[in-house]
């Protein structure tokens, strides 16, 4: 029996598609409120000869699963443990580095990040306490293949009676993580660094997965880019700044690539530069809401966007499906306007793609600069 197969005659899989982070959650807190030894998956050097676990708690103080901790000899606990469980969304540094803070009188000692994949750029970080900063906390990724692998070993041992009782289960939902794991490392492994967001079989449609593999792979591309973050950091003109980010619209993955002068509540902004959208290479340029898409756009034709378009033909030189001159919407915030050409085959490696990023963006520096 195939990945897929197992995957789709499984019902604790189809149960777990519901909400696939908080099942995922839920299983661990269930497993871990029954045997301390499973904070162990997460936590390998945890001791509970020095700390007993006083309770397991799910979205407080909207954390995915937080452990709280006490001594041997004490009634109410002291310190607590974090888990943030990424599965159909994706970690954030910023948000790691938000969450290393001391609650409610527990003190924060440790944290986990988890993920199929992990899309930030370390393992490891280490992040001063938002509200004592002179003292740190350690963030470790930890892996759902490497969850999966602890959880069997644990279980397989344990002398709790729920666990025994429920051993079955617990090791189908291991095998369950491992057929997943299985699924996604195979299509990335075919389109390893390459932009190709759909697999050349129907294995993820068919597992309801689809939509988080390209949320994957949007991340391994930010990754690779924030990998040479430097090189693209240097082009921006003063008082610019560089701002990379990922969005989910319309079952595509938007990967923006930009230069902004844009600060937190400022009047008047532009922010110029990359985005890619399925299979659009767009020019985008974004002023606040005073500004019209028609002025935007005929301050920066003959540079930046293409007056010469030529209705689904092509934009500075390369094909395009775009019907418009230009494509734009406003919002009460800001003004967008955009122009895109298509991908083909040759432009879609992580390398390539990169220089015609960079290139672009070196391009807007020259603008901005006049």
């Known amino acids: 029996m195939t990945s897929v197969d197992f995957l789709e005659q499984s019902l604790l899989y189809r149960m777990s598609l519901g909400s696939k982070e908080l099942y995922h959650s839920n299983v661990w807190a269930w497993l871990m409120e029954n045997d301390a030894n499973f ?52 970690n954030s540094r910023e948000q790691l580095e938000r969450y290393t803070e001391d609650l409610d009188g527990l003190r924060l000692i440790s944290g986990t990040f988890n993920g199929i994949r992990n899309t930030l750029e370390s393992d490891i970080f280490v992040f001063p306490k938002q509200n004592n900063p ?32 429920h051993l079955t289960q617990i090791l189908e939902y ?15 492994a075919r389109y390893e660094n390459v932009l190709q967001y759909d697999c050349e079989r129907d294995d993820l449609h068919r597992i309801h997965f689809l939509e988080v593999y390209r949320k994957l792979k949007g991340a391994d591309f930010l990754r690779y880019v924030n990998s040479r973050r430097e090189e693209l950091q240097t082009l921006c003109p003063d008082g610019f700044h560089l701002d990379i980010h990922q969005d989910f619209n319309h079952d595509n993955v938007t990967l923006d690539f930009r230069i902004t002068n844009q600060k937190k509540n ?18 985008v340029a974004v002023q606040n809401s005073t500004h019209k898409p028609q002025d935007i756009f005929k301050e920066f034709v003959g540079g930046w966007f293409d007056g010469n378009f030529i209705r689904g033909k092509d934009i500075h030189g ?53």
């Not at 452990?67 to 943030?84: G, Q």
């Not at 892996?143 to 602890?150: A, Q, V």
């Open 39 to 90: 904070v162990k998956v997460f936590f390998p050097g945890f001791n509970n000869r020095n700390w007993l676990v006083n309770d397991v708690r799910r979205e407080w103080h909207n954390r995915d699963l937080v452990i709280t901790l006490k001594r041997p000899n004490d009634h109410t606990p002291s310190c607590y443990l974090v888990i943030e469980n990424k599965i159909k969304s994706m």
């Open 134 to 165: 002179y003292e740190t906390v350690q963030w470790v990724y930890v892996s759902y293949k490497e969850i999966s692998s602890s959880i069997r070993t644990i279980a397989q041992i344990s002398q709790n009676s729920t666990i025994v009782n």
């Open 174 to 188: 291991c095998d369950i993580i491992d057929a997943l794991n299985n699924v996604l490392d195979v299509n990335f």
């Open 266 to 283: 400022c009047d008047d902004f532009l922010s110029i530069g990359i985005q890619i959208e399925g299979s659009q290479y767009r020019f």
């Open 318 to 370: 390369h094909k395009t499906s775009q019907s418009k001159l230009y494509n734009q919407y406003k919002t009460n915030e800001y003004s967008f306007v955009y122009q895109y050409n298509n991908f083909d085959e040759h432009n879609l490696q992580y390398e390539q793609l990169f220089d015609e990023i960079k290139g672009d963006l070196a391009y807007i520096r020259s603008i901005v600069r006049k």
